[in-house]
């Protein structure tokens, strides 16, 4: 990689990786945050406890489907420098916020607002885009899944160790103020990372987009707001486009439907059917996604991309995923590490998917001569789109089921969530290509 380049991927990795530390370093804090929240506004059914979990996921996803698309389409007209940095700063605000929070309103709102500022992964995608020739395009992806992974790892670790530092840590934090907000360390570390990584962006990161190449529209929010849900929709009529981005919606719907039942699933008593975890035992297995989505996407999808076409390692991926998914409640308790599969197989799948579905999503976007940043807006808005509704519906099936019998239990919503990746595996059996699949010259 030339010199000039490696400084602004390596910004671009570290704000990704802040990203992702932030969305998973709640993982698993958040579950009994709610409840205690819940229980201060008076909540106390557990199924409506439990529901509540998932809205708070949802709520961050809501915020993205409504201002990543207009965020998307504003660094064509303003540049991907200024849209990256607004992000990291409305993190370092909001988490703090989140952490503050008192009751649910709060906390919904802080969530909302930190979403809403947070379009970079869009834009950072469309950053690479406009630096990066077609042979370098997949392993460059890599580099930025290889950040989700990092963040997958580490951010739930994180969030484990610096949750409740009054009685986990002790000595300074051991006082009255960490014992009303318990849950703020973990909040300020997130914080502080957003910063730093804004202080490295503001010293370092060069714009991409040249004056002459950025889109000369002139709107207002609303108007923005408008025109680039016309652009989604736009983008779901282009013929090499859509079956892409509507394959990443599926996937994500699929993979996202696990986030908020998972935790639910491990920490279930043995007598219930669960495998009776903690805390701990989340992290470690959160841990191990994460490396192996390190391992995936930063070190083998440059050598498998020049072995084999990148959609057959999308379908590949696709199919390892659902199966590694719709696996994880059958590990039984007296074998509980069984589920060190399932986890193995959705995190060696996503690892396929992210970067080569955007790689060809690129390749069929340039090709055609259309607006990255637009595209990518798309992709990112319908994507959001699916981390709502996914951890709503599992949240929703869960609450249902979880005392069910026969076939109505807590395994339905991981069954389901394998149903809807199967249904983006054979949609992507279906899709052409403008570009070739095999990348020339990559190693």
Known sequence: ???????????????????????????????????????????????SRDFWVGVTIAIYSLAQFIFTPVLGSLSDRLGRRPILMFGLLSNSVFFVVFGLSSNLAMALTARFLAGAGNGSIAVTKAYIGDISEPEEIPARMGMIGAAFGLGFMFGPFIGGVLSDPADSIGGLFNTEFWRNYPYLLP????????????????????????????????????GTFLSTISGMATVLRIPKVSPL??????????????????????????????????????????????????????????????RFRLSSMMITGTLICAIGIASIPYAPADAS??????????AIGNGLFSPTQSSLLTFETQSGGFELGMVMGAQEGSGALARIIGPLLSAYIWSETV???GLWTHHTCFRVAGVVLLFALILQLSISYRNPTAIPGAS
């Not at 570290?14 to 709640?26: P, S």
């Open 403 to 405: 005392q069910g019998t």
């Open 1 to 47: 990689m030339p010199r000039n380049e490696r400084t602004p991927m390596t910004i671009l990795f570290t704000v990704v990786l802040v990203d992702m530390l932030g969305l998973t370093l709640v993982i698993p804090f958040l579950t009994y945050f709610v409840q205690d929240l819940a229980a201060a506004d008076g909540i106390t059914d557990v199924g």
């Open 337 to 346: 590490w069984l589920i060190f599969g399932s986890a193995a197989g959705l």
């Open 187 to 222: 909040c300020l570390f997130s914080s502080l990372m957003s910063l730093s990584a804004f202080l490295l962006a503001l010293g370092r990161l060069p714009e991409t987009l040249p004056e002459e190449s950025r889109s000369r529209t002139a709107q207002s929010p609303l």
């Open 245 to 306: 981005v509507i394959v990443n919606f599926l996937f994500l719907l699929g993979f996202t439907m696990m986030h908020g039942t998972f935790i639910l699933f491990t920490s279930m008593p043995e007598d219930m059917g669960g495998l009776g975890w903690d805390e701990m035992d989340n992290g470690w297995v959160f841990a191990f996604i994460g490396l192996l989505g390190v391992l995936v996407q930063g070190f083998m999808i440059r050598p498998l991309s020049s």
